[in-house]
């Protein structure tokens, strides 16, 4: 650097080589005089090596799981429509497994997971199998199967524990049904957010930024849609982001070179699955039991409307990072 007669400081087009002392260009690696390669130059490959090593072992591993829980939404989409009357409409959401206030204070509490697998409609369904694709896959490479299972699913009851709260403090006039993934892929965005944070000092810095700079951004635009359109359930996508983001706090990483599903892990994935499947087994006993008494009575709220309306929640748009 030298400064001109004004004081502003300017970069030289050359540095003095380290081997011989001659000017040679900034931006070559090797001097033109005697062909030596600068530190500098040299620091920076191995940066990048190490970037690139660290990004291969890093994203090359599988993610089973997402594209388990991407199946699991169409097959209960699809037995949906085969069995009952759809996924638009109310009888067959609440049978199912759709979260409203007043079930949850019943005691059903099933209702905290079975609603992260039902989606009301085709577009609701694929815009969030199309989000869950996108960043859920990055979430398992990062946490490996098992972990990014028991995120995915804490984050999911957080959403559902979220619209609860919200419907109190909101005092929203209607009880509607709310179902929907995008609570938990709310939740994955909050990892993403705060991966980079929480291991920044062990992450190379191009991920680092990466990360950080391109969830953000998507956080945000989905925030701000949810709070533009009255029929989404944005303390769901908030208490969902919340809960990933406290997760991420809490549940460490694995890191690259200890790939491989542990017995820990295969217990934790068969305590998931043995608790979703629990939970969908009550929802559809339920339905069989209590088809009159606490259904009429979860219905009444909207009874003087007419018809019934599906509350669409979770619903997330823009979700292309």
Not at 88 to 105: P, V
Not at 114 to 119: A, C, E, G, L, N
Not at 270 to 298: D, E, P, T, W
Request: include cysteine; proline fraction near 4%.
């Amino acid at each position: 650097m030298y400064k001109e007669n004004d004081g502003a400081e300017v970069a030289r087009p050359f540095r003095l080589c380290e081997r011989c002392g001659r000017p040679t260009p900034v931006s070559l690696p090797q001097c033109v005089n005697c062909g030596a390669i600068s530190i500098q130059s040299v620091v920076a490959e191995e940066q990048e090596r190490v970037e690139r090593r660290y990004a291969r072992a890093l994203f090359s591993r599988a993610t089973p799981v997402t594209y388990a829980l991407l199946a699991a939404n169409v097959g209960v989409f699809l037995l949906m429509a085969i069995v009952s009357g759809g996924s638009e409409d109310t009888d067959t959401l609440i049978a199912f497994g759709a979260k409203t206030n007043r079930l949850l204070q019943s005691g059903e509490w099933f209702r905290l997971i079975t609603p992260i697998f039902i989606h009301a409609g085709l577009l609701h369904l694929l815009l969030n199998s199309y989000a869950l694709w996108v960043v859920g896959t990055q979430v398992e490479k990062l946490y490996g199967s098992a972990r990014f299972l028991l995120i995915y699913l804490l984050s999911g009851v957080g959403g559902v524990a979220g619209s609860y709260f919200g419907q109190i403090f909101l005092q929203k006039p209607l009880d509607l049904p709310s179902v929907g993934a995008s609570g938990a892929i709310f939740g994955l965005f909050g990892v993403l957010a705060v991966f980079g944070f929480r291991y920044r000092s062990e992450l190379p810095p191009a991920i680092r930024r990466a990360m950080t700079a391109g969830v953000l951004p998507v956080i945000v635009l989905n925030l701000f849609i949810g709070f533009s359109i009255p029929f989404i359930d944005n303390s769901a996508h908030i208490g969902g982001l919340l809960t990933g983001a406290a997760l991420t706090l809490i549940i460490p990483y694995i890191a690259p070179g200890s790939e491989g599903v542990s017995k820990t892990g295969l217990l934790i994935i068969a305590l998931c699955l043995a608790v979703v499947i629990y939970c969908f087994a009550q929802a559809f006993q339920r339905a069989k039991i209590v088809h009159g008494s606490v259904m009429n009575s979860a219905y009444s709220t909207y009874s003087a409307y007419g018809t019934y309306r599906t509350h669409m929640t979770h619903r997330t748009y823009g979700t292309d990072l």
